[in-house]
């Protein structure tokens, strides 16, 4: 019976003591305990900002946004967190105007977990980096056990929030506002004789968010944006005619059979379109001969090419000599001869400012020979510019006034 006694009354001093420090830690935290009378806070405010898990929260208490408007202020917003600016349409700006006006934040998770109350006598303690401006939204549920000792939130050195009374199934929670850049520690003590043997242990649910109040800049640009417009454009193109005669049959003098004088008319009906030049290339002897692979691809063309477009092709269409023909060119058109030309071959670059009659030569041969017949060769070009009307898309640069976002943290 003594000794039970003694037991009692040893009790009873303990928990006296303990109470006696705990009066004595509760009246020092409320000497150091800061408030900021500004912000909101209660269960409720903590309630609606740790249930939503949107990482990016515009705040609009004052006026109601449409679904859609939400959703695209919400998703550019989030380019900007990533990017820190952001370059739109000038078409976006009623959604700017609204979004310039808002409170805008960054929301991220400090903490989510659960824990037991520690059993060695040692705080259970978790830090956190913050800024000057930051808004930390708590909720400490102490889900099953006991009373747990004391819960406290500090920046720096200072008391934010304490409680020393969290019962089982009550809620602790609220919003501080960081005054500082600073360490944010949360700690839960739950000491004691028992507690320390790990008896009257408790399970807390932590929750910690951190809001982060950002500056959005606005100003609007000028910019060059390319698009692609279709249009209907004159082209021109280059039509080339050709022909080879390989045979005249040029009779000698004495053959009455033949002719021994040969006049070869250039006739050029333009029709619609714009004569450019035109030339000839005459074969006196039956070793002469062109390059023809076709009518489309020969020497008449490429010789064309060389004197009406500068093409350096280097191309010398072949001299021919025969001292029994007498070979004469009579030009009617007055078209001016470029620079690479011989006896027997000539190209004429046109003016069409001025009217030319469809006949622009002759060529005219004469056999000397009274015994020998030729055969002649002619090649004969001309080159036109004919117009038409093509669809085309072409890529063209517009001048448009954009609006630029730039993010940037308070400071």
């Known amino acids: 019976m003594i000794s039970r006694g003694i037991i009692f009354f040893a009790l009873i001093f303990v928990l006296s003591s303990c109470g006696s420090s705990m009066k004595t830690l509760e009246s020092v935290v409320e ?15 903590a ?71 520690p ?31 004391e819960i406290s939130i500090m920046e720096g050195g200072s008391y934010r929030m304490v409680n020393q009374k969290l019962k089982r199934k009550q809620t602790d929670a609220g919003a501080i506002r960081i005054m500082d850049d600073n360490t944010l520690t949360l700690n839960i003590i739950n000491d004691g004789f028992f507690k320390n043997k790990g008896f009257f242990g408790s399970n807390v649910k932590i929750q910690l968010k951190k809001v982060s109040p950002f500056n959005l800049t606005y100003e609007e640009v000028l910019d060059s944006v390319p698009l692609t417009k279709k249009s209907i454009e004159i082209v021109v193109d280059t039509i080339y005619n050709s022909n080879y005669e390989r045979k005249f049959e040029l009779n000698s003098i004495l053959d009455i059979t033949g002719q021994d004088r040969m006049v070869i008319p250039i006739d050029v009906n333009q029709e619609d379109m714009d004569l450019m030049g035109w030339g000839y290339w005459v074969g006196l002897n039956n070793f002469n001969s062109l390059d023809w692979a076709s009518d489309e691809d020969n020497d008449m063309i490429n010789y064309a090419k060389q004197e009406l477009f500068n093409e350096d092709s ?52 004469n056999n000397l020979s009274t015994i020998n017949s030729f055969d002649i060769q002619l090649g004969l070009v001309t080159v036109f510019f004919k117009e038409r009307q093509v669809e085309l898309e072409k890529e063209v640069y517009e001048i448009k006034k954009l609006i630029k976002l730039t993010l940037e943290e308070e400071e």
């Open 31 to 45: 000497s150091n305990l800061k408030v900021d009378p500004k912000l909101e806070s209660g269960l409720e405010y």
């Open 47 to 117: 309630k609606s900002i740790l249930e939503n898990d949107t990482l990016v929260q515009i705040d609009t208490p004052n006026e109601k946004i449409v679904p859609l408007d939400a959703s695209v202020l919400d998703s550019l917003y989030t380019v900007l967190l990533d990017e820190k600016e952001l370059v739109m349409d000038i078409a976006y700006k009623p959604f700017y105007d609204l979004l310039l006006k808002k409170n805008l934040t960054d929301t991220t998770y400090l903490t989510n977990i659960y824990a037991k109350t």
């Open 119 to 149: 059993t060695d006598g040692s705080p259970l303690s978790y830090e956190f980096d913050v800024l000057k401006n930051d808004v930390i939204v708590y909720s400490i549920e102490n889900i099953k056990g006991f009373k747990v000792d």
């Open 314 to 365: 280097k191309l010398y269409l072949q001299a021919s000599e025969n001292d029994n023909i007498k070979l004469k060119i009579n030009n009617f058109s007055l078209d001016s001869r470029t620079l690479n030309y011989s006896t027997n071959y000539a190209f004429y670059k046109t003016d069409n400012t001025i009217e030319r009659p469809d006949r622009r030569a002759e060529i005219i041969l």
